[in-house]
């Protein structure tokens, strides 16, 4: 079955590295992991590390002196998007991993055009939020940038690539 076309790629098989907890159990071998809880630490040692990185930066440069789309929590890939084309559809970052489509959708629905809130199963922390039209989409991402869902949260709102 190695390279067999499933879903349009190849498909790649390799033996385990580990037993599977499965398999751990029934032979008595089983110890829990903290896999989780590590990652959790090192998103917070991140958070931290921007926070940090957000009160070196001056005062004079923040988003609220032009009302345009920079703010000032933004870094690396993030910046490459900004410079995105006028979309739709609104790309956010930054969520919370508890945030749901509902809280989006409630706070997204108040600005006219709003059609809908795809979020990304795979990858907590994003969604797309999609409206008519680009100017609707525009006002939502000004008004709505930097809006905290939870206190270490603020949302980073760009136009999705087309």
């Keep these: 079955m190695q390279n067999f076309p499933f879903y349009d790629k190849p498909m790649r098989i390799q033996y385990a590295k ?3 907890d499965c398999i751990a159990k029934n032979d ?15 998103a917070e040692r991140k ?14 440069t923040g988003s609220q002196s032009n009302g345009g789309p920079k703010a000032p929590f933004h870094h690396g890939n993030v910046n490459a998007q900004e410079q995105a084309a006028p979309n739709n559809i609104l ?24 059609k809908e ?3 990304i199963e795979a990858k907590p922390g994003i969604a797309f939020v999609e409206y008519e039209d680009e100017d609707q989409s525009s006002t939502a991402m000004q008004n709505l940038q930097g809006f905290k869902i939870a ?10 690539k087309k």
């Design 18 to 20: 580990t037993k599977s």
């Design 28 to 42: 008595g071998s089983f110890v829990p992991r903290e896999k989780k809880k590590k990652q959790e630490e090192k």
């Design 47 to 60: 958070q931290r590390a921007e926070e940090a990185q957000q009160s070196a930066i001056p005062n004079g």
């Design 91 to 114: 790309f956010i970052q930054n969520l919370p991993h508890e945030t749901t489509s509902m809280m989006l959708q409630l706070l997204f629905e108040q600005y006219p055009g709003f």
């Design 117 to 119: 809130v795809r979020m």
């Design 151 to 160: 206190p270490q949260y603020p949302m980073a709102i760009t136009f999705a």
